[in-house]
């Protein structure tokens, strides 16, 4: 296996796009996987695609598309309603079981193929919406439950796991990447680029993280 070597999680979205940029940064060849798992809106995958095509990274599409069937959820059926919070101790209806299980999973088989020894992906549990798969202790126990079934090193690294939304924007400006991270990318879950809805848990956040940077920078 190929220690110089990353596999980035992309979806086209902030955290990943972050992602991305921090991979090339550290490893010598990158890859990227995404993934069709039956969400409402193909942009994000549009914008994965061009943004890799514009870093010059190898970008690969999988179909997931079985886990839509499996759990009713408000990202890959439309007929529920969103929720625009997290409601007690219950996720958001937005949080896809088993998705980042399944999603590393797979990317571990991709990896194994292409000699890929390190595995990205943007989970956060300090801004992560209150989804248990973005949890360190979830991805530190898959890490090893990976390494244990492909009898293989896998690490999983999660750049943005301890950062709230200012400070990815923050990173995103530290690795030349604001604009594009700005206008580019897709985290609206209705779909629209840079900006988004506005109004969707998602863009509550990124818009948030964004205001708090650019007061950062505005008192420094």
Known sequence: MDNNAALVLFSGGQDSTVCLFWALKHFTRVETVCFRYGQRHVSE???AQAIAANAGVLFRIIDA????????????????????????EAP???FVPGRNLLFISMAAIVA??????????????????????CRETFIRSLNTTLNLSMSEQFVIHTPLMEYDKAAVWQMADELGIFELVKNQTVTCYNGIPGNGCGECPSCK???NG???????????
Do not use: H
Not at 70 to 83: E, G, I, K, P, Y
């Open 92 to 94: 958001p209806n937005t």
């Open 112 to 133: 194994r193929e292409r000699n890929i020894a390190n595995l990205v992906t943007g989970v956060s549990q300090a801004d992560y919406s209150g989804y248990p798969d």
């Open 45 to 47: 995958i549009e914008a």
């Open 65 to 88: 598309s079985l886990i839509a069937g499996l759990s009713r959820n408000s990202l890959t059926d439309a007929s529920v309603a969103m929720d625009k919070g997290q409601k007690g």
């Open 205 to 207: 956040l990124r818009r």
């Open 210 to 220: 964004l205001e708090q940077y650019e007061l950062l920078i505005l008192n420094s």
